[in-house]
């Protein structure tokens, strides 16, 4: 089992950039799968980016270019990196961490992006 907890979210105007990170309360480093979603209000939750036990990475469109995931296995945490953040950007966003089978969430922390 894995507990994700994430912090980093907040008010920010567009263009701006915020860091995220989810901590893990186990090695990370052999769960299959850790990823970033997000869900805006009324919207479905979405993929943000994916990155695999062995370092490869996914990105949703929209956010390629701008967003960055990254992963620290001293610290069990990864980061999600945001710069150019936009409006549309605002959502809660979601740690997920996929072992085999199961899947875990995080609480979510709130992203807001002014206009």
């Known amino acids: 089992q894995v507990q994700l907890v994430e912090s980093g979210g907040g008010l920010v105007q567009a263009g701006g950039s915020l860091r995220l990170s989810c901590a893990a309360s186990?090695?990370?480093?052999?769960?299959?799968?850790m990823g970033w979603y997000r869900q805006a209000p009324g919207k479905q939750r979405e993929l943000v980016t994916t990155?695999?036990?062995?370092?490869?990475?996914n990105y949703a469109d929209s956010v390629k270019g701008r967003f960055t995931i990254s992963r620290d296995h001293t610290k069990n945490t990864v980061y999600l990196q945001m710069n150019s953040l936009k409006p549309e950007d605002t959502a809660v966003y979601y740690c997920?961490?996929?072992?085999?089978?199961?899947?875990?969430w995080g609480q979510g922390t709130q992203v807001t992006v002014s206009s």
């Open positions: 997920n961490a996929a072992t085999g089978v199961l899947q875990y």
């Open positions: 186990r090695s990370i480093f052999s769960i299959n799968v």
């Open positions: 990155i695999t036990s062995g370092g490869s990475t």
